[in-house]
Each structure stands twice: as structure tokens, then as C-alpha cells.
């Protein structure tokens, strides 16, 4: 049998959000009050223009997919952690402690969800008729908080991209405080290491100021040895000085050339 060739990759001008424990509480997606709800939400996050459609999963539960203008330049105003309690005008006791997280999602197409299950839902602009984002939310809506990626399904697909540090940079992380007697604490009273290389470079260099220091040789002096041998040799030291006082008196020419005695003169001639 012939295998169907791949349909060629269409260019779209949506780009997708995975929306995690979306608003509102408990949404049936069945339901048109509660995805035209969830719907008037991103309304009021980027308005109503941008937003194109929504894609729900019956077994991808607490999880939903939205499809927004590719145009759109202000991605730092969904991507994050929502909390309800900042962006609801009236929160009830049950809403306040709730919070919703959209991550870029790893589809790319709608056609890829599509295939995996997700049934869309075309948001349509009868919605925002005669509704004013101030009936429900706050005037103002609040800024996006970093969060890490939720826990996923591993038999499945992961759907959402951990947020981008330019736009979410993370918190930094708190001091962990040492407890007395872990192995962190032990570490910590524990002698550095000898004789590194760090160590030794800055023996030799103290050493080297030590020198120069004490010392400042001539620039003509770089072969010559620092400590000098002042110690007469051996020889000098048995032959007797000309001025001490048991030196030997100076010996004259005659007495050094030995006298010749002719045999045929007679003594006393």
C-alpha cells in the first residue's frame, strides 16, 4: 500500500499558549458561559483583539490551549503566574487563593493539536458585546509573576515551555541558613587545602619583594652571583706577610745568586 504523503506545513498566523488550572473555578468547556468566561479573562489580560481561539481536551484535565495574533508583541502580559485574588474585582473565599499559569506551548500549529485530540472553539466577538472588563476585573490589570513548569503527564506529550528569562526572569535564590553539625557546617571549619597553586604563587612573589627589598642590585649585575666567596685560598694563608713581625728579612741580589769558586786560584790569593 502506498504511503499518504505529508501534508505540507502551513503557515499560520496564531501562535499557542498552554493555559494551566485555567479561569474560571471548575470550567466545563461544554458549557458556553464558562468558555465565553474564560474567554472575556484573556479579554481583559491583551483584549479582544488578539485573542483568535481556544482548544480543550476532555483527558487533558486543568488544561486548555489558546491561539493568539501572531502579531502580537506583548507576550510578558500572559506568560507568567495570574493570581485571582490580584486580578478579580470580588474574589469569593474560594477564588482567592487560586492562581492560573500560561506558558508558551510546544504546538505550533493548530493542525498538531488537532491531531492529538484538542477540539477548537472559535472565539467569537458577540462575546464582548455590550461587556466592559470592569464588571469583573480590576481597572488596571496586574503583572504576571515567574513560576517553574507544572508537573505533566509523562505518558503524554509536555505542553508547556518553561518561561523565557528575558521576559520572567526567576527570583534569586534564598540563603539556605548552615545547620551546626551538617556537612555544609563541617566544611566550613575545615582548613583550606596546602600548598595549592594559588598559594605557592604568592610565596614566591612575597619573596620576591622580600629581595628586592633588602637588596637593589644594578641592572649589570644579572650574572653575577649575589653571595661572593671572601675566603683567602690556602695557599695564602701559609706564606707570611711582608709586614708582620716574624716575616723573613728581604733577600738581596748576591745573596740570591750563588757564588762560583775557581779551583786553580789558591785560597786567600
Known amino acids: 500500500m502506498v504511503k499518504r504523503p505529508k501534508s505540507p506545513d502551513t503557515d499560520e498566523d496564531e501562535k499557542y499558549f498552554t493555559v494551566y488550572q485555567p479561569y474560571p473555578l471548575n470550567a466545563n468547556w461544554e458549557l458556553p458561559q464558562d468558555y465565553t468566561a474564560f474567554s472575556r479573562w484573556i479579554a481583559a489580560c491583551i483584549g479582544t483583539d488578539p485573542i483568535h481561539a481556544l482548544h480543550y481536551k476532555p483527558s487533558a484535565r486543568g488544561m486548555v490551549l489558546i491561539e493568539v495574533d501572531k502579531k502580537y508583541p506583548h507576550n510578558e502580559r500572559l506568560l507568567g503566574e495570574h493570581r485571582w485574588k490580584e486580578f478579580l474585582k470580588r474574589p469569593t473565599d474560594e477564588e482567592k487563593d487560586r492562581v492560573t499559569q500560561i506558558f508558551h506551548s510546544f504546538y505550533t500549529t493548530g493542525r498538531e493539536a488537532q491531531k492529538d485530540g484538542w477540539k477548537r472553539i472559535h472565539v467569537e466577538y458577540k462575546w464582548f458585546k455590550n461587556w466592559s472588563p470592569r464588571a469583573d476585573f480590576v481597572d488596571e490589570y496586574p503583572a504576571t509573576h515567574w513560576c517553574p513548569v507544572p508537573p505533566e503527564d509523562?505518558?503524554?506529550?509536555?505542553?508547556?515551555?518553561?518561561?523565557?528569562?528575558?521576559?520572567?526572569?526567576?527570583?534569586?535564590?534564598?540563603?539556605?541558613?548552615?545547620?551546626?553539625?551538617?556537612?555544609?557546617?563541617?566544611?566550613?571549619?575545615?582548613?583550606?587545602?596546602?600548598?595549592?597553586?594559588?598559594?605557592?604563587?604568592?610565596?614566591?612573589?612575597?619573596?620576591?619583594?622580600?629581595?628586592?627589598?633588602?637588596?637593589?642590585?644594578?641592572?649589570?649585575?644579572?650574572?653575577?652571583?649575589?653571595?661572593?666567596?671572601?675566603?683567602?685560598?690556602?695557599?695564602?694563608?701559609?706564606?707570611?706577610?711582608?709586614?708582620?713581625?716574624?716575616?723573613?728579612?728581604?733577600?738581596?741580589?748576591?745573596?740570591?745568586?750563588?757564588?762560583?769558586?775557581?779551583?786553580?786560584?789558591?785560597?786567600?790569593?
Open 154 to 269: 509523562k505518558t503524554n506529550k509536555p505542553l508547556c515551555r518553561p518561561l523565557p528569562v528575558k521576559v520572567k526572569p526567576p527570583p534569586p535564590k534564598a540563603v539556605v541558613p548552615v545547620v551546626p553539625g551538617s556537612a555544609g557546617w563541617v566544611s566550613s571549619k575545615v582548613a583550606p587545602p596546602q600548598n595549592t597553586i594559588e598559594q605557592q604563587k604568592y610565596a614566591w612573589e612575597k619573596n620576591q619583594k622580600q629581595q628586592v627589598q633588602g637588596k637593589t642590585l644594578p641592572a649589570s649585575s644579572w650574572d653575577t652571583p649575589i653571595i661572593v666567596n671572601t675566603t683567602s685560598p690556602a695557599w695564602s694563608q701559609d706564606k707570611p706577610s711582608p709586614t708582620s713581625p716574624g716575616a723573613s728579612r728581604t733577600t738581596s741580589v748576591d745573596e740570591a745568586i750563588p757564588k762560583v769558586v775557581n779551583p786553580s786560584v789558591p785560597k786567600g790569593a
